[in-house]
């Protein structure tokens, strides 16, 4: 039996910057008040009259190298079950050496001291649920589960239809798929 791989794919096509995934977020996670662990990215592409523009919505990569893990003194960062990374706030000293190594940006520091970031809703995950950004999305552009498993939705998508990484140049292998 493989181990489990959790992964999501953002569907470019579908997305269209509405936030419920970022206020989903918030809500479920009780994110303080400019704390976000997603965000919407828009780019416009091209020459007028021939633009194009691409919304993402984007969260932290759950890498499977994490330069964030390596850069952490007192072991708060961390891989869990099925490659989700994680921050323990009890371990962690705000040091912000993870943040500096995270080249998407994906981390802040919480009022309460320690840094804060996207784990796909792991607590909902482990009751059989989705991640609340998937849930919520009106446009079903988020799809969340187990890449290893050759029959879920988000390993089909990802097999299936054309796809890119952010910053594939950084070595850090994201698990976060956008498909274009």
């Not at 691409?54 to 390596?70: F, L």
């Not at 995950?125 to 988000?154: N, Y």
């Amino acid at each position: 039996m493989t181990a489990r791989r959790y992964a999501m794919a953002v569907d470019t096509r579908r997305c269209v910057g509405c936030n419920a995934c970022v206020i989903s977020c918030k809500t479920e996670n009780a994110l303080p008040s400019g704390g976000f662990r997603d965000w919407i990215v828009q780019e416009v592409h091209g020459t007028f009259p021939d633009l194009t523009m691409q919304i993402r919505s984007e969260r932290c990569n759950h890498c499977g190298d994490t330069p964030c893990v390596a850069a952490c003194p007192t072991g708060a960062s961390h891989v869990a079950d099925g490659g989700v990374v994680l921050v323990s706030k009890h371990k962690c000293t705000g040091c912000k050496a993870c943040m500096a190594s995270c080249p998407y940006g994906a981390r802040w520091v919480h009022p309460d001291g320690y840094v804060d970031k996207c784990t796909f809703c792991l607590h909902r995950v482990e009751r059989g649920q989705v991640p609340a950004c998937q849930e919520t999305c009106p446009t079903r552009a988020l799809t969340f589960g187990d890449l290893a498993d050759p029959a879920s939705e988000v390993s089909r998508l990802v097999n299936r239809r054309p796809n890119l990484v952010l910053q594939p140049g950084a070595g850090t292998r994201p698990y976060v798929f956008f498909l274009t």
